[in-house]
């Protein structure tokens, strides 16, 4: 029977301490590389912010601090921003960095800001959460689609009423 191998990693700033918990059914660690690879069925949570892939690769510095996340197969997530932007999705590769708070997508991506009810579908998305930018580039052969929820129009023309004479 696997056992599902639990994680916790724990992350100082200048300003906070924060828990960064990762759950996964293989775990395997090279510390002079700073390389840790984490297999199935892997979900990392940060704070609001959730990752769940196949295969989460994490790299860390020589303070073992991480600096790269890349999940691969299936990625799934949900992210809040500095400015309380929450966003779900999926792809199939995420590179998340850190430092930048910056997320890079890839193949069919599916990113969905919650609170603004807007979608991006693409073959590669940025998100920039720390400025609140994104940028997102199609497949060769396929558009980026955005899609934005518009509020109707409030002063709907009511039907004309007859008059009879």
Do not use: R, W
């Not at 690879?37 to 790299?59: W, Y």
């Not at 309380?84 to 997320?103: F, H, N, S």
């Amino acid at each position: 029977m696997k056992q599902k191998i639990f994680l916790t990693i724990c992350l100082t700033t200048a300003l906070f301490a924060q828990e960064l918990q990762v759950k996964a059914k293989l775990f395997n660690a090279d510390q002079k590389k700073g390389v840790s690879i984490f297999e199935g069925d892997v979900n990392i949570i940060k704070g609001s912010d959730e990752l769940n892939a196949s295969k989460v690769t994490i790299h860390t510095n020589a303070n073992q601090e991480p600096t790269q996340f890349i999940a691969e197969g299936n990625a799934s997530f949900k992210i809040k921003t500095l400015e309380g932007a929450l966003y779900t999705g999926k792809a199939q590769k995420v590179i998340y960095l850190p430092q930048k708070k910056e997320y890079h997508f890839f193949q069919n991506v599916h990113l969905k800001q919650l609170n603004e009810k807007k979608e991006i579908i693409g073959d590669e998305v940025v998100l920039k959460t720390i400025e609140g930018k994104a940028y997102a580039k199609g497949a060769q052969q396929e558009p980026v689609i955005m899609i934005f929820n518009m509020p109707e129009d409030k002063k709907e023309k009511e039907p004309k009423k007859e008059q009879n004479d």
